[in-house]
């Protein structure tokens, strides 16, 4: 059974960087994308953009290009997600999620299954 | 960017109910569109890919429909379990999630 551990919550000052862990245990890590999703308190989804454990490359929403960097350690089947110059309005819940697949096929583009979510708060 | 609307924005229902619930989108998304569901405190959960598909383990009371730009998630006979909020999602141009309908209890 695949699943997904983040890492604990952060309080963040505006300007600061923030950089959250999604640690994969149960399958093999590589083989699957990672995903990232926002989730301000309150509101809806927002997806970030996504990491490919095996090659490293990335694609990355247009809204959070040039703001965040995500990379992979595949030694100890961890990914991060790593936000700069963070505003108020990054206090969100941050979550990974890995590509969903059924016993014959992977959706690269489908989320399950997800970490348990990361609060981020940005407050002076 | 494609954009989701889902409606209504809430759904007030009794157990045992049938809930229809709307995703609507700016521009034709095929069949790339998934729908989640959502507890408080919790990560969302894939409930139906490609529109149409249950993923696996869910129950057959959840049914997807649509393409093209209205898509539509049916829980035919709501379960206590089932109150929560449901969220769309389409792939066909990058990714965008819409902005929820909550089903809560009547």
């Known amino acids: 059974q695949v699943q997904l551990v983040q890492s604990g919550a952060e309080v963040k000052k505006p300007g600061a960087s923030v950089k959250v862990s999604c640690r994969s245990s149960g399958n093999t890590f590589t083989g699957y994308y990672i995903h990232w999703v926002r989730q301000a308190p309150g509101q809806g989804l927002e997806w970030m953009g996504w990491?490919?454990?095996?090659?490293?490359?990335?694609n990355y929403a247009q809204k959070f290009q040039g703001r965040v960097i995500m990379t992979r350690d595949t030694s100890i089947n961890t990914v991060y997600m790593e936000l700069n110059s963070l505003r108020s309005d990054d206090t969100a819940v941050y979550y990974c999620?890995?590509?969903?697949?059924?016993?014959?096929?992977?959706?690269?583009?489908?989320?399950?299954?997800w970490g348990q979510g990361t609060l981020v708060t940005v407050s002076s | 960017e494609i954009v989701l609307t889902q409606s209504p924005a809430t759904l007030s229902l009794s157990p045992g109910e049938r809930a229809t619930l709307s995703c609507r989108a700016s521009q034709s998304v095929s069949s790339y569109l998934a729908w989640y569901q959502q507890k408080p405190g919790q990560a969302p959960r894939l409930l139906i890919y490609?529109?149409?598909n249950r993923a696996t383990g869910v129950p057959a009371r959840f049914s997807g429909s649509g393409s093209g730009t209205d898509f539509t998630l049916s829980i035919s006979s709501l379960e206590p379990e089932d109150f929560a909020v449901y969220y769309c999602q389409q792939r066909s141009s990058w990714l965008t999630f819409g902005g929820g309908t909550k089903v809560e209890i009547k």
């Open positions: 990491i490919n454990p095996n090659s490293g490359g990335t």
């Open positions: 999620a890995r590509e969903y697949c059924t016993s014959s096929n992977c959706y690269a583009d489908w989320f399950d299954p």
């Open positions: 490609d529109a149409s």
